[in-house]
């Protein structure tokens, strides 16, 4: 999901644009000596690993180092090892301030990978033990790479679209945008093949009239709008962005998240190919626990882990720019907007209902697109048996 879409805050945020945009403050500069994340300091008994994981293991992402990835750089150890080039990082796979006697891989994604899915880079890759798989993916290519969800450290996509308050004041959700919309000749501007814009075209809440499939992800046309024309965006990145960074606007933006509207995949949950499943499980009852405790240590402390973030993002230097006052922000968002909760008492878990709804909805925006599995359920997309019910943001 990240794949298109990210590019938009990537190249509309910090790319040079006729727009003249901030960069990184020199706060976050000089806090890129940073070299390990929270878990090191944080306390409680010994996990080892050593005995049920891979030695190293990898986890594919599907974007640039962000604050929606913290939980996954939370669990790296003191001084982890930086391949720029390679655009990876690996260190000592920490739980409750300790080692547990295994390496952790994380492998950037996107550009990283020539914007390959990450389903596709986990069927030809076998070293990588887990990959971030978004609900609507894992139905499209259920059929010949099917993936199994473990751990869905966010419950809701941040995925939104944003509008000018100013232009629009009676707008509170995206079906009411859509006809402000229509009566105003504007637009809502994304990157054309969208899956949820299909969807909201299907599904009536948008009108095709202001669909505009040509967003190439600078701010330029929202911003020569003036207004007048809505836009895709990320609610934990985009209203900071657009009000602090993006000089030319400066102002605040209002946004409607898209899962609003019944478009509610679980983003970037942490995924295994299926038919590695039953080899993995030793691991897993041992892994996912420590998932699940990296991702509320990052989210009630994410400080050191975004300045961890912002370092390796310098580093890879691939024109992406991320600085550690956007990953607060994204870090504040997700839990304020109920993107990262406690579902059943817990975090992590994934609803069979949600799920058998999402499969209804997303089969007919993927047919003769996809290769969506003949029959498929719930239960091929995701698995809850993994997860420690006493761990969660309450706890």
């Known amino acids: 999901m990240r794949t298109t879409s990210r590019l938009g805050v990537a190249t509309a945020a910090f790319a040079a644009t006729a727009i003249a945009l901030t960069g990184c403050s020199a706060g976050s500069a000089g ?172 599904s009536g809440i948008l009108p095709k009239k202001v669909l505009d499939g040509s967003y190439d992800g600078t701010p330029s046309k929202f911003v020569s709008a003036g207004g007048k024309d809505a836009q895709q965006g990320f609610a934990t990145a985009e209203p900071y962005i657009y009000q602090n960074q993006v000089a030319a606007w400066g102002k605040k933006v209002d946004y409607a998240l898209v899962s609003s509207t019944g478009w509610n995949p679980y983003p970037e949950a942490m995924s295994v190919r299926t038919g590695d499943l039953t080899k993995l499980e030793p691991c897993l009852k041992k892994l996912v626990p420590v998932m699940q405790q990296a991702d509320v240590d990052y989210l009630k402390s994410p400080g050191a882990t975004n300045d961890l973030i912002t370092k390796l993002v310098q580093q890879y230097n691939n024109g992406w720019t991320y600085d550690s006052k956007v990953g607060a922000f994204a870090a504040a968002q997700m839990v304020k907007l109920g993107l990262a909760k406690d579902t059943d008492g817990y975090i992590g878990s994934m609803d069979e209902q949600r799920m058998q709804d999402f499969i209804e909805k997303a089969t007919p925006v993927f047919a003769g697109t996809g290769d969506v599995k003949s029959g498929l359920k719930p239960s091929d997309l995701y698995t809850n048996e993994f997860l420690d019910k006493s761990i969660g943001l309450g706890n």
């Not at 959700?173 to 299907?202: C, H, P, W």
Request: aromatic content about 8%; overall charge negative.
């Open 31 to 202: 806090s890129t000596g940073t070299t390990a994340a929270t878990s090191t300091t944080a306390s409680g008994p010994k996990v080892d690993l050593s005995s049920a994981c891979p030695a190293t293991v990898v986890v594919q992402t599907d974007w640039n180092p962000e604050g929606e990835h913290g939980h996954l750089y939370q669990m790296l150890g003191p001084n982890p090892s930086i391949d720029a080039s390679g655009k990876t990082v690996t260190g000592d796979l920490y739980a409750n301030g300790k080692s547990t006697g295994v390496k952790l891989e994380i492998r950037a994604g996107g550009p990283a990978i020539g914007y390959t899915k990450v389903a596709s880079q986990m069927y030809q890759d076998k070293d990588i033990t887990l990959g971030y798989m978004s609900t609507d993916e894992q139905v499209q290519f259920s059929g010949n790479l099917p993936t199994t969800a473990v751990f869905a450290e966010n419950d809701q996509s941040p995925m939104s679209i944003m509008w000018d308050p100013k232009t629009y004041p009676k707008v509170d959700n995206i079906e009411s945008l859509g006809k402000a919309l229509e009566k105003n000749d504007g637009v809502v501007r994304y990157f054309n093949g969208a899956a949820y814009m299909t969807y909201l075209e299907q």
